[in-house]
T-cell receptor, first 113, second 114 residues
Framework: QQQVKQSPQSLIVQKGGISIINCAYE??????FPWYQQFPGKGPALLIA?????SEKKEGRFTISFNKSAKQFSLHIMDSQPGDSATYFC????????????FGGGTRLMVKP | DTAVSQTPKYLVTQMGNDKSIKCEQN?????MYWYKQDSKKFLKIMFS???????INETVPNRFSPKSPDKAHLNLHINSLELGDSAVYFC?????????????FGSGTRLTVV
């Protein structure tokens, strides 16, 4: 059972455009939703994270939008740059229960110059 | 001063062999993990371990076993390797469940079974 579903699998965006990646989850107990960025040959690295008590969190060009009632959250990358080309993973967990992160299937983003 | 280091980076071996991947973290974290990333980039949790508890993903074959000589190390042993074990294996660490600082991942070990 895939608890976190991510779409699209791949995404091509022109430089300066907005990249949008969506995730949906099933477990209503999840209370922490991070996004990880992975470059080829490297391990995933934490990009930005949100708790369900807020609907949006912004850090620089990266914004997470969270819809608790719909059990969905998304990553928006504004003014996308070629250096943003990477694989992005959403994830979810129940923090206080000590659960492990469950990752979505990943989105390969390519930003064309 | 690498935070989470794995060795080797590449491992090519024959079916049926037994191999180990080493992982060390110098962050002082209390929890370590092993993840498997398949050819489609899907990240699957294999184990979570701190000094109190080992949590095993029930879908992981018992040919895989984690061994932790101390808090900073979590090695992965694989017995009787199969073709389907070919993947990239990532070690990670966190303080508690990860919280605000998330997981810190190593650079991965690409295992190829021939």
């Amino acid at each position: 059972q895939q608890q976190v579903k991510q779409s699209p699998q791949s995404l091509i965006v022109q430089k300066g455009g907005i990249s949008i990646i969506n995730c949906a989850y099933e477990n209503t107990a999840f209370d922490y939703f991070p996004w990880y960025q992975q470059f080829p040959g490297k391990g995933p690295a934490l990009l930005i994270a949100i708790r369900p008590d807020v609907s949006e969190k912004k850090e620089g060009r990266f914004t997470i939008s969270f819809n608790k009632s719909a059990k969905q959250f998304s990553l928006h990358i504004m003014d996308s740059q070629p250096g943003d080309s990477a694989t992005y993973f959403c994830a979810a967990t129940v923090l206080n229960a000590g659960n492990m992160l469950t990752f979505g299937g990943g989105t390969r983003l390519m930003v064309k110059p | 001063d690498t935070a989470v280091s794995q060795t080797p980076k590449y491992l090519v071996t024959q079916m049926g062999n037994d191999k180990s991947i080493k992982c060390e973290q110098n962050l002082g974290h209390d929890t370590m993990y092993w993840y498997k990333q398949d050819s489609k980039k899907f990240l699957k949790i294999m184990f979570s371990y701190n000094n109190k508890e080992l949590i095993i993903n029930e879908t992981v074959p018992n040919r895989f076993s984690p061994k932790s000589p101390d808090k900073a190390h979590l090695n992965l042993h694989i017995n009787s390797l199969e073709l389907g074990d070919s993947a990239v294996y990532f070690c990670a660490s966190s303080q508690g469940a990860g919280g605000s600082y998330g997981y810190t991942f190593g650079s991965g070990t690409r295992l190829t079974v021939v």
